[in-house]
């Protein structure tokens, strides 16, 4: 989360383009555009979210005046967004995070894994959410839910259900002793680390914030 003297005037301009995105209007938290933008500038979705809210109240005469001037100007504002991109040191995380704690696991949920590019952390976090919606026994490619978050995350059946079958392992409830060789065990584990024994009510919450990504 970055720091309240960390924050620029100049961030209202991408702030104000990802506002001004068709539906018009404060975008939700886990939006796709809300997300890109928050990394790329290192600073959380939930704080941009927030600020967001802030833009659409016009709290300030300069927000006012920011609004005003590149708000119903849409040329202006994206030749405003190419100067400010092309700044020397722009976008470099050392700078902008100087003083400040780092938290980079939200950044790391929106990135590819390494070892399968097709998925990311976001996406291992809604397969665990579906995971305590079925049994063992559904957990396979043809079930519908499956099929639709495949769908949804553009990725295959298979590697939803063989996502499971790794969760299934870290199960306690389950007491499997299998061993599973697979690119996903590691995120996977991960994953059941962050979430896996704690209240599914949070996880359902967040799950469906964050499928919002994917819409």
Not at 68 to 73: A, S, V
Not at 84 to 99: I, N, P, T, V
Not at 111 to 129: A, F, H
Not at 135 to 151: D, G, Q, R, W, Y
Request: hydrophobic share 40%.
């Amino acid at each position: 989360m970055a720091k309240k003297d960390s924050w620029s005037d100049e961030y209202w301009l991408p702030l104000i383009q990802v506002f001004l995105k068709k539906p018009v209007g404060v975008k939700p938290t886990y939006s796709k555009p809300l997300v890109e933008l928050a990394m790329e500038l290192h600073i959380a979705p939930q704080f941009l979210y927030e600020q967001m809210f802030k833009l659409r109240q016009l709290e300030t005469p300069r927000m006012e005046e920011l609004w005003n001037h590149y708000g119903k100007n849409p040329k202006k504002l994206k030749r405003a967004l190419e100067l400010w991109r092309q700044k020397e040191g722009y976008g470099h995380a050392d700078a902008f995070y100087q003083g400040v704690e780092i938290n980079e696991t939200w950044e790391k949920d929106f990135k590819p894994l390494e070892k399968e590019k097709s998925l990311m952390p976001v996406g291992l976090i809604l397969i665990l959410d579906l995971y305590f919606r079925l049994t063992p026994n559904t957990m396979v490619e043809e079930t519908p839910e499956i099929i639709e978050l495949a769908k949804k995350m553009k990725t295959k059946p298979a590697l939803i259900v063989e996502a499971m079958e790794i969760y299934q392992v870290c199960d306690p409830y389950l007491k499997k002793n299998d061993s599973i060789s697979s690119p996903l065990s590691t995120p996977c584990r991960e994953i059941w680390e962050r979430f896996g024994n704690k209240n599914p009510e949070k996880l359902a919450a967040l799950a469906a914030q964050m499928k919002q990504f994917f819409d």
